[in-house]
């Protein structure tokens, strides 16, 4: 049922506007409460009106019951006095009165056509057992009340059954009488009421009109704000300070254009860099063969010599294009994980063996201390690559005849591998820019050693998505140690 209501509620755009919210809660605040209070002001009259004209006829037939008693009407009904005091209440409320006596016999009937009849209705019957009653029927326009025809025992009449003071009835007064004329009045104060009500409806459209108008100009502000950033006249942070709201929106949106900036900017940046470093190998390799060619008869040692270099700057160019995909592979969105149960010490025997030979050929020893046996639910490439490219730079960065330790241990929660170094070290202000990418320390020398200043940048995606952490220590002139921390399971939260 809701989602139906719900589904007829954005059918219909324009319920979806603030403005038209606005205007209908507006209109409605005002006109509900005026329409509820026009009817209770016209019930509560209504309801007062009757009350003081009951009280009002009650107080006369009080009177006219106590004339009842002393001219004793109830036997003889010829009383020329009473029965025009009779009349002119009859005829002063448009009504109807009728006298009974303790028999239910009708004595008088000012409309003289039900005397003599017996009358047996509850009212009547009550009244003469003490309960006098007034009924309003408002559909048909009457009061109809009974009052009872009452005599107080005297000091001279009182006998030891009946003393002073007993009242006895003797007979019921059944008057009804005509609320026409309030009728009347309700149905002016209707016509009237109804009328300021109408004027009142066009004061309230046209307030609740301009007022929804006017309450969401800043939200139009906002957009137009917006909107220019959208078309590129201006990046600059915008503000709307109307509503605390409005002010909230395009603090978030100016966080979001600072965002896109930065991204923007670190976008330029690696696009300038990533040109660059592909450049250098080309314009090397276009000197080398432009200078062969400029020797007519260059000598085939020359060729072969030439040639060998740019081997070497192909190499170059295919290494950093590989550490490109890897790192493009690696983008914390894009990244999909193949995560399986590794046994990590076996998986670093095997990275080890494969950089002996690089190793082997700076003379640098490379030792695992496995602390104990780890398995752990890791992607087995990317965590080869954090491997490889850590093991790889401590073999680089080594001094001649030094060693690399790589440390294997896990505590119930995480697995670390530890890669140590006896090198250059990093100086201390460096540290937090290693990861950067195309960040090297020494470029030429990196260059020389053929690094491409990727390495550390895919090593750090690879242990972010893992969830995991990756941390550097270094002292100048003594080595390196880097400290990967990565969860057992990658699937617990
Ligand atoms: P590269 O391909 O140049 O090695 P990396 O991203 O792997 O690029 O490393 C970035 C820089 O951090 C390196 O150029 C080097 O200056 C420094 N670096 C990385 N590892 C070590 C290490 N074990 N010892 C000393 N310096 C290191």
Known sequence: MIEILKTIFFRFTRLRSLRARLFVIIFLVGFVPSVIMRYAILESYEDRAVDVRSSDVQNQLKIIANHLIASNYLKDNSSAVINAELEQLSNLYDGRVLIINSALQVVKDTYTIGEGRIIISEEV???????????????????????????????????????????????????????????????????????????????????????????????????KAISQVKEGFTDEPITVADYLETEHIL??????????????????????????????????????????????????????????????????????????????????????????????????????????????????????????????????????????????????????????????????????????????????????????RFYRVDKSHSREIGGTGLGLSIAKNAVLLHKGTIKAISVEGEGTTFTVRIPLNYRAK
């Open 251 to 436: 603090d978030a949106f100016n966080q979001l254009l600072y965002r896109m900036k930065v991204l923007d900017d670190s976008r330029n940046d690696f696009v300038s860099n990533v040109s660059h470093e592909l450049k250098t190998p080309i314009t090397s390799i276009k000197v080398l063969a432009e200078s062969l060619l400029n020797q007519n008869d260059a000598p085939a040692e020359l060729y072969r010599e030439f040639m060998l270099d740019i081997a070497a700057e192909i190499e170059r160019e295919d290494k950093i294009i590989n550490d490109l995909l890897s790192l493009v592979k690696m983008d914390k969105t894009a990244a999909k994980m193949d995560v399986t149960v590794v046994d990590i010490n076996a998986l670093t025997e095997i990275i080890l063996k494969r950089l002996r030979p690089i190793a082997r050929k700076r003379d640098v020893e490379l030792v695992l201390e496995s602390k104990r046996e780890v398995l752990a639910e890791v992607d087995e490439v990317k965590l080869s690559l954090i491997l490889s490219n850590l093991i790889e730079n401590a073999i680089k960065y080594n001094k001649e005849q030094g060693t690399v330790t790589v440390t294997v241990d896990a505590d119930y929660q995480f697995f670390s591998v530890e890669v140590s170094d006896l090198g250059t070290g990093i100086p201390e202000e460096a540290l937090e820019q290693i990861y950067e």
């Open 125 to 223: 019957i009550k009244c003469l057992k003490g309960t006098s009653v007034a009924n309003y029927d408002s559909d048909n326009r009457y009061i109809e009340m009974t009052t009872p025809i009452v005599e107080l025992v005297s000091e001279n009449n009182a006998t030891p059954e009946m003393p002073a003071g007993t009242q006895i009835t003797h007979g019921v007064m059944l008057t009804s009488v005509s609320t026409e004329s309030i009728s009347a009045t309700m149905e002016i104060l209707s016509q009237k009421s109804f009328i300021v009500e109408v004027l009142l409806l066009f004061f309230l459209f046209a307030l609740a009109l301009i007022s929804a108008n006017l309450l969401v100009i800043p939200f139009g502000r906002v957009t």
